[in-house]
């Protein structure tokens, strides 16, 4: 394993986030930590960039001017 850590440790690592954080708010954090990490990835990568794209502006339409009397 990278970094010296084992499945031993891992295993005491989750229990403890288990006992913090709680079963019902366990999997949101990782759904939140996985997409933070996958942000993080695309902005080094440069990935899914938009601000390479120019801006996308709707034509405004005009609307009719009634004249008043």
Known sequence: MPLGIGPME?????????????????????????????????????????RDEPAKVAPVASAPRSEAV
């Open 10 to 50: 891992i295993v005491v690592v989750l229990v403890i986030a288990l006992l913090v954080i709680g079963p019902k708010k366990l999997p949101d954090m990782a759904k939140s930590m996985g997409s933070g990490l996958r942000e993080f990835k695309d902005s080094l990568s440069g990935e899914n960039d938009e």
